[in-house]
């Protein structure tokens, strides 16, 4: 998780934007320069769910990770989580169509759930890491699109419940692609293929040693990144541009508190 040091700050910033649970989806927000807030309401059973100790007297604050970003053309994906000290509370999407000035979220929080990279091989297909959990990791999954983005389907590793967290993935085309996970309380390594864009995968290797991940071609880079900035308290998101970057959007870490 990405710490600043700068808790303070970000909570005196916490206000406005509109609100969402887990199992929800924020409205759209919109770029005018400073950063905007994808809020966070905490309730009762968000804090049972997550195993937290938080009261009106002493608030557990929430904060917004964003763990992945990448761009087809004029669309932008960033992919996340709401997370307190200690523990996870639900996953996030944002995804712009204009290069970054209005957002939305296409599809609804998922809870105790990561959401991590972001990798696009052409302007139509895509796909999105996740897994649940807090103390271990377990059912990994992808979202999938194959519209650009238009609509997502979950795409899970297994039929059955898994304690594995995705250690890395390449997709190569539409349809084949690499997938490496840590497995159980040990993190036994397994690496899977799919020929079939995700829906199914197929073990290749497995190992209680470092398993090597197949080589390839590097991504082409898509002239985005995402950055924390410590004297915002927020997540840049920044086009390469004349040289250097140049801030297209930028969200609060701080996203509330969790108080029932």
Not at 2 to 31: N, R, T
Not at 102 to 108: A, I, S
């Amino acid at each position: 998780m990405v710490w600043l040091g700068i808790c303070a700050f970000m909570l005196a910033q916490a206000d406005g934007g509109g609100k969402a649970s887990a199992g929800q989806k924020a409205a759209a927000v919109e770029y005018t320069g400073a950063p905007m807030r994808v809020a966070f309401e905490c309730r009762s059973e968000d804090v049972e769910a997550a195993g937290l100790d938080c009261s009106k007297d002493a608030p557990c604050p929430v904060y917004l990770e964003l763990n992945g970003l990448e761009a087809a053309g004029a669309k932008i994906f960033a992919a996340g989580d709401f997370h307190t000290e200690n523990a996870t509370l639900a996953s996030v999407m944002l995804q712009s169509m204009d290069g970054g000035r209005t957002w939305v979220e296409p599809v609804d929080r998922m809870p105790l759930t990561i959401l991590d990279r972001v990798q696009f091989v052409d302007m139509a297909h895509g796909w999105v890491a996740g897994w649940s959990g807090n103390a271990l990791p377990r059912d990994p999954f992808f979202l999938g699109t194959s519209d650009g983005g238009k609509s997502w389907t979950k795409l899970p590793v297994f039929e059955d419940e898994q304690e594995a967290a995705i250690d890395q993935f390449r997709f190569d085309s539409a349809d084949k692609g690499y997938l490496l996970l840590k497995m159980g309380d040990g993190m036994r390594h397994r690496l899977f293929e799919t020929r079939t864009g995700g829906s199914s995968w197929e073990l290749i290797r497995e190992s209680d040693q470092t398993v090597p991940f197949p080589k390839g071609g590097a991504p082409e880079s898509s002239g985005w990144r995402l950055r924390a900035d410590g004297a915002t308290g927020a997540y840049a998101v920044e086009r390469a541009e004349g040289g250097g970057w140049t801030a297209a959007a930028q969200f609060q870490i701080a996203a509330g508190v969790c108080a029932p």
